[in-house]
């Protein structure tokens, strides 16, 4: 019982971790908390529920989700973020600007596709698969492998690549990147992109583990994998990967053993905890400050 | 007894050691100086002296109390108060609200005395911007008290951080760095100032990079490299030091040299 | 662009030069509302103007002057108006006592808020917020025996003043508003002019050199927190007993939405700002019914665009008059005391 729990929570928890990695690329370069990133979730979901009701099939839905999502993350960036970076505005008027992104893309998606809930295709429906005595849908596991590979692909990319290092430079110090020569825009508009990637793999993957799908479905995957990523520690990827499955089992237990409702409050309790008892986090370091 | 004494800190970052057993004392009335090659650990102690951070062993005793890893509030309170190197000061606020926040721990109302403006309230807010207009007359920044910090020319931003860290009525002045980025006229003035400081009765400790300040009023200089003290004495000692020369020359570069002289 | 803000800076600065007329004529013509106007509608629109000086008074102490932001701010809200509805319909106790306890309902939530937020830095409170008014949401929908759960709240009882039941209809409900706005106005005023008032804007500008001049940082967040709560709080109350009805979809997001958008619009840090923007952004979408669907996009576009091109808002950002002194003191280089706000040169 408490091993099935925790095996539905850890697949469940490895998309809320991508969601995070999400938070974690943006705040560790532009110290942004991009509030715009459940909305854009639910974008991608969005996109790839439209590809699917023309009949084009899953994976075309996908990758048109994955490569709107994408741009449209960036897009927020160059249009709205850019400008403001380049005033050197306060950091409370890029966080409200991602406040008023997100309001627009939610409300957008309410009008176009209205606010009820919308049937999503069940993904990679082959049964079901017996492990360790606990039998798991073919969903699950899918939904698990994907997340996963992303986070591999990621992980991959951001430290065993010429664009990775650049990112961590950026990340570490952006001036002292930009006089190497690193093009810190370039690496902040492909931050974003797969930020966004990020958000678009978890819609679809999330939409298709509940097959729905429906236009405020961002604001409670946004806190989850926020919630997450303060978890582990904002701004660490690794972090980011262990908090999400954290939350994923502690809903999961919590389900089983307090009810349903307590679902979503469980990740919001354990986020408040956690800033109580270790504000940076699980992995965070604890900054120096430079006087 | 000393005013401060500096017992043997010690500060670690990640396994390296910033700052290692460094010893120093202050008088009442005196303006000493801390000098060093850049990264040599100044502005580490300065952190440790306000409780910005942790020591990792030794004491700092301020009139013979105990102040190390206390909060910076407490250690305000005690009577130690500083300027940063970089300025530091509450740029869209005006002038003479950034020295009533040097106010802020001789003000003793609570919440209630200022939602009900009760006499107490009345009293003490006139006072202290009674005490403020005067800190700022005798600093001759008097004219400037509606502008905002933000505003105000370079030299004066830094007599204001001064004029802040002196309303909290502090019984030493750590100044970190005030004449960084001054020309020589400027730092000429600001001689003065931290000269005319010290006749008010005010002590200060001052780290400086520009040795013509540090030779021309220091009573005493100790001198930091790598973490470590490595001389201490009156200006006249530590100019002909062959070890602070060595440390000078071995990691400031001649250039660095021959600009301070 | 540049010349039209600055006409509209100097229309500001005449409000402002003779605000000593300009303000008892705007408050009598308030008073006097419900005497002219007869429509329901109309004073409800008024009062719900109203309710929204207040939150948005209450978020611009945490925007506005603490350099934090809030998305989650119909929680503390709600919890006024739970506190408040709950023991006016299901114990029968007076509004009197009830709107204290709203009061304390929201301090509360405040309270847990600070706690939570205290140490971090400025982001993080608009998050937790929003999750916040999650849990908020989730206890109020499950803890039946209490909350009625999604049922609601009924039959909240109306003020009573010696014997005289305020309505909505008889006017009572608007100038009780009016009372409250003007309470929420004071009490802001009185502490952005203290020593509470500057250490929570130096917070804002430079939190460790605020530390450093002996702030205690963390009990002032803490502290504001509470107080925009209390205020969040009042304001609940008040709605609880005016709709005489409340239930957890009533204090949805987009209510925490709309409260940041007036902050923004009207003017971070700026008392009249909070009023003006209420006033405006309320009325606007009961003007604009047409508009109903794409209200909140509007609202995102607002934030937007503010930030990018006015980012203090309407009547925010620096003022250019005069400190003005405490009564007494005398400004350097006059002889004479009182304030002198008239004498003093300008800022550039």
């Known amino acids: 019982m408490i091993l099935e729990q925790v095996l539905n929570g850890v697949m469940l928890g490895m998309v809320y971790a991508l969601i995070a990695v999400g938070y974690s690329l943006v705040f560790g370069i532009l110290k942004l908390l991009n509030m715009a990133h459940g909305s854009i979730y639910a974008f991608g979901a969005h996109m790839a529920l439209f590809i699917v009701s023309m009949h084009f099939g899953l994976l075309p839905a996908f990758l048109f989700a994955i490569l709107t999502t994408g741009i449209i993350s960036v897009l927020m960036d160059r249009i709205i973020l850019a400008p403001l970076r380049a005033k050197n505005a306060p950091n409370i008027t890029a966080l409200i600007s991602v406040m008023g992104v997100s309001y627009i893309i939610q409300n957008m998606m309410m009008i176009i596709f209205d606010s009820t809930k919308k049937t999503f295709p069940k993904l990679f429906d082959f049964g079901n698969v017996t492990f360790l005595g606990v039998t798991l849908t073919s969903t699950q596991i899918a939904m698990f492998l994907i997340a996963l590979a992303f986070l591999v692909l990621l992980t991959v990319v951001v430290n065993y690549t010429k664009v990775g290092l650049a990112m961590r430079a950026s990340r570490e110090n952006a001036k002292a990147a930009n006089m190497m020569g690193i093009d810190v825009r370039r690496i902040v508009t492909f931050t974003f992109f797969i930020s966004g990637m990020c958000a678009a793999v978890a819609g679809v993957l999330v939409s298709g583990y509940y097959q729905m799908v429906y236009s405020t479905m961002g604001t409670e995957a946004g806190l989850k994998g926020f919630s997450a990523a303060v978890l582990g520690g904002i701004g660490v990827l690794h972090g980011s990967v262990v908090g999400g499955i954290i939350i994923g089992v502690a809903e999961a237990l919590a389900v089983t053993y307090l009810g349903g409702s307590f679902r979503s409050a469980t990740a919001y309790i354990v986020l408040f905890i956690v800033l109580l008892i270790r504000p940076s986090g699980l992995f965070g370091k604890d900054n120096i400050v430079k006087v | ?261 | ?348």
């Open chain 2, 1 to 261: 007894m000393a005013l401060l004494e500096v017992k043997g800190i010690t500060k670690v970052f990640g396994g390296l050691k910033a700052v290692e057993n460094v010893e120093f004392k202050v008088d009442q009335g005196e303006i000493i100086s801390i000098i060093g090659p850049n990264g040599a650990g100044k502005t580490t102690i300065y952190n440790m002296l306000t409780g910005v951070y942790k020591v990792d062993g030794g004491a700092i005793t301020f009139e013979g109390k105990d102040i190390h890893n206390r909060p910076p509030r407490e250690i305000v309170k005690a009577g130690i108060a500083r300027t940063f190197q970089n300025i530091r000061l509450f740029p869209t606020m005006r002038v003479i609200e950034n020295v009533l926040l040097g106010e802020h721990i001789n003000v003793k109302y609570h919440f209630w005395d200022l939602l009900f403006k009760t006499p107490k309230y009345r009293r003490e807010e006139k006072e202290a911007h009674q005490r403020a207009i005067d800190l700022l007359e005798s600093l001759d920044l008097a004219d400037e008290i509606d502008n905002y910090a933000k505003n105000l020319p370079y030299g004066m931003q830094r007599k204001l951080e001064i004029a802040r860290a002196l309303a909290t009525n502090a019984k030493l002045i750590i100044l970190d760095e005030p004449a960084a980025g001054m020309n020589p006229q400027e730092s000429e003035e600001l001689m003065e100032f931290i000269r005319s400081l010290r006749e008010r009765g005010e002590t200060i400790l001052l780290i400086e990079h520009d040795m013509n300040v540090v030779m021309n009023i220091s009573d005493r200089i100790y001198v930091i490299d790598h973490g470590r003290k490595i001389a201490e004495g009156l200006p006249k000692e530590i100019a002909k030091n062959p070890e602070v020369i060595k440390a000078y020359l071995g990691s400031g570069g001649a250039a660095g040299a021959k600009e301070n002289a």
């Open chain 3, 1 to 348: 662009m540049g010349k039209l803000s600055s006409v509209y800076d100097s229309f500001v600065d005449f409000i402002l030069k003779h605000k000593k007329i300009v303000l008892p004529v705007f408050l009598v013509l308030l008073a006097v509302v419900p005497l002219v106007i007869k429509s329901q509608y109309v004073i409800r629109v008024f009062c719900l103007i109203g309710i929204y000086c207040i939150l948005t008074l209450s978020l611009n102490l945490i925007a506005g002057y603490m350099g934090q932001s809030s998305m989650g701010h119909a929680a503390l809200y709600m919890m006024g108006a739970y506190f408040s509805g709950l023991l006016g319909a299901k114990l029968g106790w007076p509004f009197w006592i009830t709107l204290v306890f709203g009061i304390l309902g929201g301090a509360l939530g405040g309270l847990i808020l600070g706690f939570a937020t205290m140490k971090l830095s400025a982001g993080y409170l608009s998050v937790i917020t929003l999750a916040f008014g999650e849990v908020v949401e989730m206890v109020v929908l499950n803890w039946n025996s209490v909350t009625n759960g999604p049922l609601g709240v009924r039959g909240i009882p109306r003020p009573n003043l010696f014997g005289w039941e305020l309505t909505p209809t008889n006017g009572g409900f608007y100038w009780l508003m009016l009372v409250l706005v003007i309470v929420a106005v004071l009490v802001s005023m009185c502490v952005v002019n203290s020593k509470f008032g500057r250490a929570v804007r130096a917070i804002k500008e430079d939190e460790l050199a605020a530390k450093l001049m002996g702030v205690h940082t963390a009990a002032y967040k803490v502290q504001t927190i509470v107080l925009s709560g209390a205020m969040a709080g009042m304001a609940g109350a008040f709605y609880a007993s005016m709709n005489r009805y409340i239930d957890a979809a009533t204090f949805s997001f987009d209510i925490s939405m709309t409260i940041l958008c007036i902050v923004i619009f009207g003017g971070m840090g700026s008392i009249p700002g909070m009023i003006v923007g209420s006033a405006l952004l309320i009325s606007f979408p009961e003007v604009l019914r047409s508009l109903a669907d794409y209200r909140f996009v509007v609202y995102g576009l607002l934030l937007i665009l503010m930030m990018r091109f006015r980012p203090q808002g309407l009547l925010g950002g620096l003022s250019r008059r005069p400190y003005k002194l405490p009564a007494g003191v005398s400004r350097p280089g006059k002889p004479e005391d009182g304030g002198g706000t008239e004498e003093g040169k300008k800022v550039s």
